[in-house]
């Protein structure tokens, strides 16, 4: 009898690495998608696995990635994949990574991640993050697998993903006039996986768009995502809010807070990503 798959987090963004210095094996894997592309935040992640491997072998091995900038040059195929990384800098206080999903012989997505020791607790001056407005994870709804209109977002059965009521996008009614472009929350790992910093790649891009509040569809293409890892973040639930701020030609720009079960900023992200609603000419 065949061994079930491992669909853990850890497994579907592991690394090889090949003979060829800076090169490794992987697989992008057909469950951490929404409708059949890979979740953006989910390669991400796979790329800063490899990252960490050149990183820390060039630097301090404790090193965890405080950073990314990442470009969706196209969307991957699900299947087998290569990862070239390039250590472009190493200094005594950190490390620079560069990190290309390459599949046929064309680069698909491009990312450069900073290496850097990562405090735990975090020793914060100022903080000037709006807190997250959100019942408990009780209190909010579990989004389910298939949304309305039949999409398969394969993520959500790997997460616990639970929106406040008041921003759920896929209620049976529209939201009223003046609703902000905003979700909140609670995630995490359906197989109880407690959260990490490489983790948190992935969770910063792990909600729907925040547009759906006010009518968009469900096709919001990343073409360019940072990130920054501020705080290991302690075990349990994470807070997440994704907002969007302006949405103009066919274009927004969402930005997301994570905070951990401590109630501490752990990770923010800033996406820059086309889109549509159903009016739009053409």
Same mark, same amino acid.
């Given at each position: 009898?065949?061994?079930?798959?491992?669909?853990?987090?850890?497994?579907?963004?592991?690394? #090889? !690495?090949? +003979?060829? $210095? /800076?090169?490794?094996?992987?697989? =992008?894997? &057909?469950?951490?998608?929404?409708?059949?592309? @890979?979740?953006?935040?989910?390669?991400?992640?796979?790329?800063?696995?490899?990252?960490?491997?050149?990183?820390?072998?060039?630097?301090?091995?404790?090193?965890?990635?405080?950073?990314?900038?990442?470009?969706?040059?196209?969307?991957?195929?699900?299947?087998?994949?290569?990862?070239?990384?390039?250590?472009?800098?190493?200094?005594?206080?950190?490390?620079?990574?560069?990190?290309?999903?390459?599949?046929?012989?064309?680069?698909?997505?491009?990312?450069?991640?900073?290496?850097?020791?990562?405090?735990?607790?975090?020793?914060?001056?100022?903080?000037?993050?709006?807190?997250?407005?959100?019942?408990?994870?009780?209190?909010?709804?579990? #989004? !389910?697998? +298939?949304? $309305? /209109?039949?999409?398969?977002?394969? =993520?959500? &059965?790997?997460?616990?993903?639970?929106?406040? @009521?008041?921003?759920?996008?896929?209620?049976?009614?529209?939201?009223?006039?003046?609703?902000?472009?905003?979700?909140?929350?609670?995630?995490?790992?359906?197989?109880?996986?407690?959260?990490?910093?490489?983790?948190?790649?992935?969770?910063?891009?792990?909600?729907?768009?925040?547009?759906?509040?006010?009518?968009?569809?469900?096709?919001?293409?990343?073409?360019?995502?940072?990130?920054?890892?501020?705080?290991?973040?302690?075990?349990?639930?994470?807070?997440?809010?994704?907002?969007?701020?302006?949405?103009?030609?066919?274009?927004?720009?969402?930005?997301?807070?994570?905070?951990?079960?401590?109630?501490?900023?752990?990770?923010?992200?800033?996406?820059?990503?086309?889109?549509?609603?159903?009016?739009?000419?053409?």
């Amino acid at each position: 009898m065949r061994e079930p798959a491992d669909l853990s987090f850890d497994a579907t963004t592991s690394v #090889l !690495p090949t +003979r060829r $210095p /800076g090169h490794f094996d992987t697989t =992008v894997h &057909e469950l951490w998608t929404v409708g059949d592309k @890979p979740n953006g935040g989910y390669l991400q992640a796979l790329l800063g696995r490899a990252a960490l491997v050149t990183g820390r072998s060039a630097g301090d091995p404790a090193w965890e990635i405080v950073s990314c900038s990442i470009t969706y040059l196209r969307p991957p195929d699900l299947g087998a994949a290569t990862v070239r990384t390039t250590l472009l800098r190493r200094g005594r206080s950190a490390a620079h990574v560069r990190a290309v999903l390459v599949q046929d012989g064309g680069d698909m997505v491009d990312a450069v991640f900073v290496l850097a020791e990562l405090p735990a607790p975090p020793s914060v001056r100022y903080d000037g993050v709006e807190p997250l407005a959100a019942p408990p994870p009780d209190e909010c709804v579990r #989004l !389910p697998p +298939r949304i $309305p /209109g039949g999409v398969h977002v394969g =993520v959500m &059965e790997v997460l616990d993903l639970r929106l406040d @009521p008041a921003t759920l996008p896929f209620a049976d009614s529209p939201p009223p006039a003046g609703t902000p472009a905003e979700l909140r929350g609670w995630s995490r790992f359906a197989d109880s996986r407690e959260p990490d910093p490489l983790s948190l790649l992935f969770s910063v891009d792990a909600i729907p768009p925040a547009t759906l509040m006010i009518g968009s569809t469900g096709w919001v293409p990343t073409l360019q995502m940072s990130t920054y890892v501020r705080a290991r973040p302690a075990p349990g639930w994470l807070g997440i809010r994704m907002r969007a701020d302006l949405v103009a030609d066919g274009m927004v720009d969402e930005s997301c807070v994570l905070w951990d079960s401590a109630g501490r900023v752990v990770a923010q992200a800033t996406q820059l990503a086309r889109l549509r609603f159903p009016d739009d000419g053409g």
